[in-house]
Each structure stands twice: as C-alpha cells, then as structure tokens.
C-alpha cells in the first residue's frame, strides 16, 4: 500500500500571526505575509499553512482565495500548544549589528525565553531598532518551529539591569577574568535564571566590580579561550540548555 502522505506537509510554510487563532476561523493575511505566501512560496488554493499565535500554539490553517495582496486562511486544526520553554533569559550586551543579529536570532534558536540587551561602557552601540529585533527572532522562531516568540525588551544600563534584578532569579556572568565552570555550576542550580554577556572588549572593572558584588550573581567560565560577544553567548545558552534546560 502507498504511504500516506504526511499532514500537514513538513514543507508547509510556517508564519506568526498578530491575531489569536481558534478551530474554524478565518481571516485574511496581508502585507509581508501576503507577498512571502503568494509570491515566494506561491500557495494556491487548498494548500496548508501552519500558523503560531504566540498565544493559544500551532494551528494548521487551509488556504482559499489569493490574491494579488491578501491571502485567505481557515482554521482547520491545532498541531501543538503553546510551548513552555526553560525560564533562562540571556542579557547580552550589545555588539555591532551584524553579530548581534546572529545572537538574537541563536538565542531563539536555542530556546531562550527573554533576550534583555545591554548598555555597557565598552559597546560599540548604544541602541536597538526594536522593530528589525522582533523580525528577526520572529523569523528564526518560525524557521526552528518554535511556537512561543521570546520576549524582546528595551536595552538598558547594566546598573538600571542590577538594581531592579529579581531576587529569584540567579544571574551567571561570564567572565573572562575567569570563575566555576559553566556546565558544573548550570548542572546544580535550579529556578529561574540568566546569563549576562559583555561586550567586545569585556567589562571594565568597575562594572565587573558591580556585577560580583551582587547577591544574585555567579562568576562562571566557558573555557580558556577568549570568545567574541556573539560565541560566548551562543556557548553559554547551548550549555545551559544541555545541562539545565529542555535538550
């Protein structure tokens, strides 16, 4: 007997959606996703789309009518819920674009559950087109079949980040003057949690001088080698994950 096909199809285009989606529902996609369906992945009638809401999960959605700017969608089925991913935040400060693009992007990725940029006094930048941000962990969510969209917060100082820290919340520093490893000291620490990054250059020693005084904070290490902003944080969140996270 011929294999039943696969539904929806692992091809399906996968797109977030502003509205929240529910069993039967119908509405039009404008815009971008209008143009990224119809022109690029040229979707007709009766194809599946799969859709995420940020809110209720990942539905499967069954195309009708497209148009020249608008394509109609109905509801047809709810693959998974919403997940709830690890509550690991990473606070990286901010890079040159490029490379801080890349850590948004990884960090959803690799399961993040809030990215709160960094102001510190060696950055290269001191601010973020939240707008650009948002696109882009929203594409790597849609690419890595993430159905929960990091929160993306506005970058603040790192002495704004240390005084309203939660006191619940561990907060690991790398840093490059060295501390305990990072997979040990992931593996033995349970709740909420976070990873500070610095910037090219490190922190100077005031701000390393702030960090380890604070209650919260835990000196960790990710090997003798000295890492790009970008690396260490991409290394720290895939040991994390590993050892204390949902892989």
């Not at 009638?45 to 999960?57: A, H, K, R, S």
């Not at 890595?144 to 990091?150: E, G, I, M, S, V």
């Not at 309203?164 to 620490?189: I, V």
Request: charged letters at 25%; hydrophobic letters at 45%; proline letters at 7%.
């Amino acid at each position: 007997m011929p294999a039943t096909p696969a539904w929806p199809p692992k091809s399906a285009p996968r797109l977030f959606v502003p509205d929240e989606l529910g069993m039967g529902r119908t509405f039009a996609l404008e815009g971008p996703h209008a143009h990224y369906l119809g022109k690029v992945m040229r979707v007709r009638e009766g194809d599946v789309v799969i859709l995420c809401d940020d809110i209720t999960g990942e539905w499967a959605a069954q195309v009708g009518q497209v148009g020249k700017h608008r394509v109609d969608v109905t509801v047809a089925e709810q693959l998974r819920p919403r997940e709830n991913v690890p509550d690991l935040w990473l606070c990286p400060a901010l890079l040159k674009k490029d490379r801080f693009d890349m850590v948004l992007e990884k960090a959803t990725e690799l399961g993040a559950a809030r990215i709160q940029p960094l102001v510190t006094r060696r950055c290269v930048a001191d601010k973020l087109n939240l707008e650009r941000a948002r696109a882009i962990t929203t594409e790597a969510a849609e690419q890595c079949a993430r159905t929960a969209l990091p929160q993306l917060a506005e970058p603040l100082k790192l002495d704004a980040l240390l005084t309203s820290w939660p006191e619940s919340r561990a907060l690991f520093f790398a840093d490059e003057n060295g501390g305990e490893p990072a997979s040990s000291t992931f593996a033995q620490h349970k709740g909420p949690a976070a990873i500070l990054i610095g910037p090219e250059g490190g922190f100077d020693e005031a701000e390393r001088a702030a960090i380890r005084a604070h209650p919260a904070a835990r000196a960790i290490t990710l090997g003798t080698r000295i890492l790009r902003g970008e690396t260490a944080a991409i290394a720290a969140l895939g040991v994390w994950m590993a050892t204390a996270g949902d892989w």
